[in-house]
């Protein structure tokens, strides 16, 4: 059952609008009636058909999970301010960001530029390895979850898939389960075996979502190419503007083997811009 508009939560949090909606839940505009600010609040749903153990268990997960999420700091990552669950249904409070998301952008205007596309690249890869030396991948990676500010900055927002992971102990612990978004989602990702994803799975959703911004269309989903290798274009086949270079860093990146992608953003981060010193 969605949200009403107007309706009042934790007798703070006015409900204005539906900014969107998926299997685990949906987003929303909510004012906070204390501070008198705009916040984004993401309603999550857990699966049907989970026990009370389940449930209480779940629940658990979706605290810890804002726990840490609360803790990340960083000027492309959108800012989480409050958790609080009610029966079922777990509600994280984040800042908003004003703009427009990558997809609307690319909606209105069909491809990006390739020199704008690099730009939002370089700061979502400095958000991710970010995320990364946290112990936090996304799982989400998507036009969807990108909101272009005015200033220029591309904000990485939506945690809702996000995974809580320990790199000596790769099948650790998953607040939600669920898949993505099919066209930027890996392959592994469809595994139902919990904790089979890592960071090279936001490389292949980055990969995916800056296939999509330089071209103007949006990938096939990984299934699709697994059944039929003829239904992925390279970007180049698509806009012939786009460099060879940067259509290289697109296609590495969306590899369907994990092994034969980047290994982690550091490394896709030097190979889309050309430099070897990254600061990191």
Not at 118 to 134: F, K, M, P
Not at 195 to 207: A, C, E, F, K, M
Not at 228 to 255: D, K
């Amino acid at each position: 059952m969605m949200l009403e508009l107007g309706q009042l939560l934790q007798s703070r949090y006015r409900v204005v609008s539906r900014l969107g909606e998926g299997g685990m839940g949906a987003v929303y505009r909510a004012l906070d009636t204390r501070l008198d600010v705009p916040v984004a609040l993401k309603e999550m749903v857990p699966q049907p058909g989970l026990s009370s153990p389940q449930l209480a268990q779940l629940r658990r997960q979706f605290r810890h999970e804002a726990q840490v999420l609360a803790r990340l700091d960083h000027p492309y990552l959108v800012d989480v301010t409050d958790f609080f669950a009610k029966d079922d249904r777990a509600h994280l409070v984040m800042k908003f960001v004003e703009g427009e998301s990558l997809a609307q952008r690319i909606k209105k205007g069909g491809a990006l530029s390739e020199d704008k596309v690099l730009n939002i690249g370089e700061q979502l890869l400095d958000a991710l390895s970010y995320c990364h030396s946290q112990g936090v991948i996304h799982r989400d990676v998507k036009p969807e979850n990108v909101i272009l500010r005015p200033d220029g900055a591309a904000v990485l927002v939506d945690f809702g898939l996000v995974k809580l992971w320990d790199p000596q102990d790769p099948r650790t612990k998953t607040a939600m389960r669920g898949m993505g978004t099919p066209e930027y989602a890996p392959p592994e990702q469809y595994d139902l075996q919990v904790g089979h994803t890592d960071v090279r799975s936001d490389v292949y959703s980055l990969g995916a979502t800056l296939y999509h911004a330089l071209t103007g269309e949006a990938p096939p989903t990984a299934t699709q190419r697994i059944a039929s290798r003829g239904v992925f274009q390279p970007p180049r086949v698509l806009n012939r503007r786009i460099s060879e270079r940067t259509e290289a860093v697109v296609l590495q990146a969306m590899q369907l083997t994990v092994d034969d992608r980047f290994q982690d953003v550091q490394e896709m981060k030097r190979a889309l811009t050309g430099r070897s010193d990254q600061g990191e």
